[in-house]
């Protein structure tokens, strides 16, 4: 069968599928884990500062740029306990999951879902402010972008969202974190602002101080409160709020935890040794940043740039031309490190995603993996829902400030109360000085969340508290539905709930006919095939002439069994025949099976050739007991060229030919199925199958031979069915992954198989899910 169009465009876009065998990964050492694990948490250190400036000037005016400094020194020892915290988490967990992980196996699988959806919002709001923070540091790198027409007042909004679209198609691609240019950016970012300190502090100390820099026209307002009466509780409320903005510097350090398994041997003392690089690179570059913005005060801009970083740096290098290399160095490594940040969401989001919906808390096809072996959904959905917060709030940090530490904070406060009941559980050698870090950890970042959603809940956090509490209700119910779905099926032992122990029930089927044609034969054959009691042909009037000429046309097609025409004057076709479903299963010892051609087309067309109503009839005929619905699907157009093309090759024949007509040959739809495959036998024709000896790795090619051996092998919670196809000159493997069994392939019949060929690690050629079709001799 030839590949849909869309299908076509996938593989244009996104390369060739990759089969499973492809999933591994090597182990990565410890400077190159430090930069791919550790640029979300390192590049938080560009706008911390800043976020934290933002909230003071305008209330404290100048005296702000002495406030940031004891400020810092709380978030610094923020980042202290925090890492503290995670280094007992690598040290015990060394799987992926982080926090989810710790919930899970510390408290239970329902309170593991606050951590779940704390950390899908985290990845989510991540995503958007490393993307806003880097288009903020390519705009203040390059302010003429601002003049640019139309764009030029949403440039930021436009830089981030084709960011996120880039970095989804990329990652929809099977991009490697553990590429070599994802540690790139933080060695640069981190090496070029370490610079920039340290020619600051110089120049303080030794060069004669350092300038004020320049301000223009769009800083915050300046404010100038006396420190008297009822203004004591707005400092100290303007104070939490700073606290909070810059609380957002923590975010990012527990990614290492998310990637441990990654990690080389011994993982956890490796882990553990990132961490604390990770926490001292970030603590240095935050206290330099604020001690710079203090003494050349450097201010916020409320379009977002220029950016506090970028204004410090023009003021440390100078205008010179290697000042203005630094500059750009500065400005390059810190949009590279954002936008590398941002992407670690793309990895996190979907392989969370896929941890819950492996435990039954979210839909399973979130597990499923895609194309290119990568949880295609959880990417699609992550950059979607983003690109949302994007467009709705806009693309500046402070603006988005108010959505972040809600999520990152529950994670933090999880991972580190959920340790503690750890060690007070195992209570291992040094299990008390454990727990009091871990206690001490959890403690700071739940007084994070409360302060961020008090001071912050009018900007915007009120949303993340509303929908917090609604996603985790949202999770649990999910999964009770597939815990009793479950429960039945355990409960069945292997009998049909509905049958009457001792009783033989009879079958009855119910052919549903909208008009004659090919598909209506298909469906009429399958129908007989299955020996029914008693088997109906039934059509639902709604129009009284299209039911006389189908009327018409069944008797002069000469059908052996009767067409009841059953009138359906309210129209509602799913309902009438539910109802005759019904009425045919009173009889306990009887059941019904409702058979529907659906004609299948291409999917654009057929979204505009019918309205899927066969999908809607068998959807209300599965909730009657005793009944199931059945639906036989028919590509029209590929069914009709195919009979076209053999009637034209065996019209000059000699010898009259008897084509064998379409029999159905896998496993028909049944409603709710997701198997929604249907083989059809054809005549044997001459092919254009190329010989298997002659065949090239990584080209797409036709075969036909014969089955010599089948063979079915468990892989990853799951089976692939190995078919041995060989036509005298060699052999290929034929490999079907998720199935068991395909009804028509077996040992000795012939198959014609088209795909992509591959060969594996012992030279034998493969084909991975190609297309197939079963082959029969003329009768």
Same mark, same amino acid.
């Given at each position: 069968?030839?590949?849909?169009?869309?299908?076509?465009?996938?593989?244009?876009?996104?390369?060739?599928? +990759?089969?499973?065998?492809?999933?591994?990964?090597?182990?990565?050492?410890?400077?190159?884990?430090?930069?791919?694990?550790?640029?979300?948490?390192?590049?938080?250190?560009?706008?911390?500062?800043?976020?934290?400036?933002?909230?003071?000037?305008?209330?404290?005016?100048?005296?702000?740029?002495?406030?940031?400094?004891?400020?810092?020194?709380?978030?610094?020892?923020?980042?202290?306990?925090?890492?503290?915290?995670?280094?007992?988490?690598?040290?015990?967990?060394?799987?992926?999951?982080?926090?989810?992980?710790?919930? %899970?196996?510390?408290?239970? &699988?329902?309170?593991?879902?606050?951590?779940?959806?704390?950390?899908?919002? @985290?990845?989510?709001?991540?995503?958007?402010?490393?993307?806003?923070?880097?288009?903020?540091?390519?705009?203040?790198?390059?302010?003429?972008?601002?003049?640019?027409?139309?764009?030029?007042?949403?440039?930021?909004?436009?830089?981030?969202?084709?960011?996120?679209?880039?970095?989804?198609?990329?990652?929809?691609?099977?991009?490697?974190?553990?590429? %070599?240019?994802?540690?790139?950016?933080?060695?640069?970012?981190?090496?070029?602002?370490?610079?920039?300190?340290?020619?600051?502090?110089?120049?303080?100390?030794?060069?004669?101080?350092?300038?004020?820099?320049? $301000?223009?026209?769009?800083?915050?307002?300046?404010?100038?409160? =006396?420190?008297?009466?009822?203004?004591?509780?707005? /400092?100290?409320?303007?104070?939490?709020?700073?606290?909070?903005?810059?609380?957002?510097?923590?975010?990012?350090?527990?990614?290492?935890?998310?990637?441990?398994?990654?990690?080389?041997?011994?993982?956890?003392?490796?882990?553990?040794?990132?961490?604390?690089?990770?926490?001292?690179?970030?603590?240095?570059?935050?206290?330099?940043?604020?001690?710079?913005?203090?003494?050349?005060?450097?201010?916020?801009?409320?379009?977002?740039?220029?950016?506090?970083?970028?204004?410090?740096?023009?003021?440390?290098?100078?205008?010179?031309?290697?000042? !203005?290399?630094?500059?750009?160095?500065? !400005?390059?490594?810190?949009? =590279?490190?954002?936008?590398?940040?941002?992407? *670690?969401?793309?990895?996190?989001?979907?392989?969370?995603?896929?941890?819950?919906?492996?435990?039954?808390?979210?839909?399973?096809?979130?597990?499923?993996?895609?194309? %290119?072996?990568?949880?295609?959904?959880?990417?699609?959905?992550? /950059?979607?829902?983003?690109? *949302?917060?994007?467009?709705?709030?806009?693309?500046?940090?402070?603006?988005?400030?108010?959505?972040?530490?809600?999520?990152?904070?529950?994670?933090?406060?999880?991972?580190?109360?959920?340790?503690?009941?750890?060690?007070? #559980?195992?209570?291992?050698?040094?299990? #008390?000085?454990?727990?009091?870090?871990?206690?001490?950890?959890?403690?700071?970042?739940?007084?994070?969340?409360?302060?961020?959603?008090?001071?912050?809940?009018?900007?915007?956090?009120?949303?993340?508290?509303?929908?917090?509490?609604?996603?985790?209700?949202?999770?649990?119910?999910?999964?009770?539905?597939?815990?009793?779905?479950?429960?039945?099926?355990?409960?069945? @032992?292997?009998?049909?709930?509905?049958?009457?122990?001792?009783?033989? &029930?009879?079958?009855?089927?119910?052919?549903?006919? @909208?008009?004659?044609?090919?598909?209506?034969?298909?469906?009429?054959?399958?129908?007989?095939?299955?020996?029914?009691?008693? +088997? #109906?042909?039934?059509?639902?009037?709604?129009? !009284?002439?299209?039911?006389?000429?189908?009327?018409?046309?069944?008797?002069?097609?000469?059908?052996?069994?009767? +067409?009841?025409?059953?009138?359906? &004057?309210?129209? #509602?076709? =799913?309902?009438?025949?539910?109802?005759?479903?019904?009425?045919? $299963?009173?009889?306990?010892?009887?059941?019904? *099976?409702?058979?529907?051609?659906?004609?299948?087309?291409?999917?654009?067309?057929?979204?505009?050739?019918?309205?899927?109503?066969?999908?809607?009839?068998?959807?209300?005929?599965?909730?009657?007991?005793?009944?199931?619905?059945?639906?036989?699907?028919?590509?029209?157009?590929?069914?009709?060229?195919?009979?076209?093309?053999?009637?034209?090759?065996?019209?000059?024949?000699?010898?009259?030919?008897?084509?064998?007509?379409?029999?159905?040959?896998?496993?028909?739809?049944?409603?709710?199925?997701?198997?929604?495959?249907?083989?059809?036998?054809?005549?044997?024709?001459?092919?254009?199958?190329?010989?298997?000896?002659?065949?090239?790795?990584?080209?797409?090619?036709?075969?036909?031979?014969?089955?010599?051996?089948?063979?079915?092998?468990?892989?990853?919670?799951?089976?692939?069915?190995?078919?041995?196809?060989?036509?005298?000159?060699?052999?290929?493997?034929?490999?079907?992954?998720?199935?068991?069994?395909?009804?028509?392939?077996?040992?000795?019949?012939?198959?014609?198989?088209?795909?992509?060929?591959?060969?594996?690690?012992?030279?034998?050629?493969?084909?991975?899910?190609?297309?197939?079709?079963?082959?029969?001799?003329?009768?």
């Amino acid at each position: 069968m030839a590949d849909s169009f869309w299908y076509a465009a996938k593989r244009h876009l996104l390369g060739a599928p +990759l089969v499973n065998e492809q999933l591994a990964t090597e182990r990565l050492s410890k400077p190159m884990a430090l930069g791919i694990l550790s640029c979300d948490g390192i590049s938080s250190a560009a706008y911390g500062t800043e976020m934290m400036l933002l909230v003071l000037l305008p209330f404290f005016g100048l005296a702000a740029f002495s406030l940031i400094l004891p400020l810092t020194l709380v978030i610094l020892v923020g980042i202290f306990l925090v890492m503290l915290s995670y280094r007992e988490v690598v040290s015990v967990y060394t799987r992926a999951g982080g926090s989810y992980i710790v919930a %899970r196996e510390n408290f239970a &699988p329902r309170v593991a879902q606050v951590a779940a959806v704390a950390l899908l919002i @985290d990845y989510v709001v991540t995503l958007a402010v490393q993307t806003a923070a880097g288009s903020a540091a390519i705009v203040s790198a390059f302010p003429s972008l601002t003049r640019l027409p139309v764009i030029g007042p949403k440039i930021l909004l436009v830089i981030s969202a084709a960011a996120i679209l880039l970095m989804c198609f990329f990652n929809l691609r099977g991009i490697r974190e553990a590429g %070599r240019a994802f540690a790139l950016p933080t060695y640069l970012f981190s090496g070029s602002v370490v610079l920039m300190i340290v020619m600051g502090l110089y120049r303080e100390v030794a060069g004669g101080g350092l300038p004020h820099v320049a $301000t223009g026209a769009g800083t915050v307002a300046l404010g100038s409160h =006396a420190n008297t009466g009822l203004i004591v509780f707005g /400092a100290i409320y303007i104070l939490a709020r700073a606290f909070a903005n810059g609380g957002s510097s923590l975010t990012g350090i527990e990614a290492v935890s998310n990637a441990v398994s990654a990690l080389q041997p011994p993982e956890g003392r490796s882990a553990r040794e990132i961490l604390v690089a990770q926490g001292s690179i970030v603590a240095f570059l935050i206290a330099g940043i604020s001690w710079l913005a203090h003494v050349t005060h450097a201010m916020p801009y409320r379009a977002g740039v220029p950016t506090v970083l970028a204004q410090e740096a023009r003021a440390i290098f100078g205008s010179s031309v290697l000042g !203005q290399v630094l500059f750009f160095t500065v !400005q390059a490594g810190t949009a =590279a490190i954002l936008f590398t940040g941002g992407n *670690t969401s793309f990895s996190g989001f979907p392989f969370l995603a896929s941890f819950v919906a492996e435990d039954g808390f979210l839909p399973r096809w979130l597990s499923k993996r895609g194309h %290119r072996l990568v949880f295609s959904n959880g990417i699609l959905i992550l /950059a979607a829902v983003s690109l *949302t917060l994007l467009l709705a709030v806009g693309a500046t940090v402070g603006a988005l400030i108010p959505f972040y530490a809600i999520g990152v904070f529950t994670g933090f406060s999880i991972a580190g109360f959920g340790m503690a009941r750890y060690h007070l #559980r195992h209570k291992e050698p040094g299990w #008390r000085r454990r727990l009091v870090i871990n206690t001490a950890g959890g403690a700071y970042t739940v007084l994070v969340v409360l302060v961020f959603a008090i001071v912050k809940f009018t900007e915007g956090a009120w949303l993340v508290v509303v929908i917090f509490p609604i996603l985790v209700y949202a999770l649990l119910k999910l999964h009770g539905e597939y815990r009793r779905e479950s429960d039945v099926l355990d409960n069945l @032992d292997g009998t049909d709930v509905h049958v009457t122990t001792g009783t033989s &029930p009879q079958r009855s089927v119910i052919l549903f006919v @909208d008009r004659y044609d090919l598909a209506t034969v298909a469906a009429l054959r399958y129908a007989r095939s299955l020996r029914p009691a008693s +088997l #109906r042909a039934v059509h639902l009037t709604i129009d !009284q002439a299209h039911a006389k000429r189908l009327a018409d046309r069944w008797l002069s097609a000469g059908a052996s069994i009767p +067409l009841e025409l059953v009138d359906c &004057p309210d129209r #509602r076709l =799913a309902h009438t025949a539910a109802d005759l479903v019904a009425e045919e $299963t009173k009889d306990e010892t009887r059941h019904v *099976t409702a058979v529907l051609p659906r004609r299948s087309y291409a999917a654009l067309t057929g979204r505009l050739l019918h309205d899927r109503t066969a999908d809607k009839m068998a959807h209300a005929i599965s909730h009657v007991p005793s009944a199931i619905a059945t639906i036989i699907p028919f590509d029209v157009r590929h069914k009709t060229e195919r009979l076209h093309t053999a009637l034209s090759t065996y019209a000059d024949t000699a010898r009259p030919v008897t084509l064998v007509r379409p029999v159905i040959a896998a496993r028909p739809v049944i409603a709710g199925s997701a198997d929604r495959f249907c083989a059809y036998q054809r005549p044997v024709a001459p092919t254009d199958a190329e010989p298997i000896d002659r065949l090239v790795p990584s080209d797409r090619a036709t075969v036909e031979g014969e089955v010599h051996t089948l063979q079915i092998r468990p892989v990853d919670h799951s089976s692939v069915l190995c078919c041995q196809v060989g036509d005298g000159t060699g052999e290929l493997t034929a490999l079907f992954y998720g199935r068991r069994h395909i009804a028509g392939v077996q040992p000795g019949g012939r198959i014609r198989l088209h795909g992509t060929v591959g060969r594996q690690s012992d030279g034998r050629l493969t084909m991975v899910n190609p297309t197939y079709e079963l082959m029969t001799a003329s009768v």
